[in-house]
């Protein structure tokens, strides 16, 4: 029971799905509870994935693919989309690093973010349009794009001041354990996919969080709630662009 409380705080944390009255909250139980977001990860795509086979049997890929993506955005309140546009507009408008941040807190869109989340949402539209497994692709990359987002929690410092902020009980580093369930529940892509393609989303994804790390360092000296989203879309489309590769034309020898 303990650990089904820690999965639908986890669950509510990144949705919009009702939770059970019965759920303990405690920011020290959110906290262990990012080990689940993978999972969580796993469980919103596959809904997402749902309505994009079922739309398809009305519609049009292209029309189903946009239905599930509206879907998607109801589904987890454009959590992460939020924050992808306000990291583009605290690292794009400004210099110092206390004005990026305080930018970020600001609840208004600028030109950077507006951009951001406009390529954003096309680049995912294309990259999965062009996919003949659309509802696998979803899958996949929303499970694994939470695990990068949330791995950074592990070994990077929370910087911002904000006690009100949403992913404030997230600032606790993760435990070894937490991070281990995190990772150990993407290994399921090893199962849907063929090993060599696995393992280039696999190593695409270490080089994701790497250069995340680095830019986020190096921009704000650490992370935030915003910085996280901005991880996690940046992953899914990087997935999204991976699963288009041919490895056969590379002429990759494993």
């Known amino acids: 029971m303990q650990q089904l409380n820690l999965f639908f705080l986890a669950l509510g944390f990144f949705s919009r799905i009702p939770m059970p009255a019965w ?44 239905l599930a993506m509206t879907f ?67 899958l ?3 499970a694994l794009s939470r695990t990068v987002a949330a791995s950074l929690v592990f070994d990077m410092r929370y910087v911002a001041d904000d006690d009100g902020s949403k992913s404030k009980p997230l600032a606790n580093n993760q435990s070894k354990t937490d991070l281990t369930i995190l990772l150990a529940t993407s290994f399921p892509v090893f199962f849907l ?25 190096k921009q704000i000296g650490g992370y935030t709630g915003d910085c996280l989203g901005a991880a996690q879309q940046i992953s899914e489309l990087v997935i999204y662009a991976v699963l288009l590769i041919n490895l056969g034309q590379l002429h990759l020898t494993w």
């Not at 959110?30 to 309505?51: D, E, I, K, P, Q």
């Not at 696995?198 to 830019?215: D, E, G, S, T």
């Open 193 to 217: 996919l063929d090993w060599k393609k696995a393992a280039l989303i696999i190593i695409a994804m270490i080089l994701v969080r790497y250069a995340a790390k680095w830019y986020f360092k």
């Open 72 to 138: 998607s955005l109801l589904l987890t309140g454009a959590f992460h989309e939020d924050g992808l546009a306000d990291t583009a507009d605290g690292f794009g408008g400004a210099f110092a690093r206390e004005k990026k941040l305080s930018i970020m807190k600001d609840s208004r869109i600028g030109t950077y973010g507006a951009t951001a989340l406009v390529m954003a949402l096309l680049g995912k539209y294309l990259l999965l349009i062009e996919n003949t497994q659309i509802a696998l692709s979803l």
């Open 23 to 66: 759920i303990d909250y405690s920011p020290e139980n959110l906290n262990r509870a990012s080990r689940y977001f993978t999972l969580v990860g796993w469980a919103l795509g596959g809904l997402v994935a749902l309505v994009f086979l079922a739309a398809d049997y009305l519609f049009s890929n292209s029309i189903s693919l946009w």
């Open 140 to 142: 996949i990359a929303y």
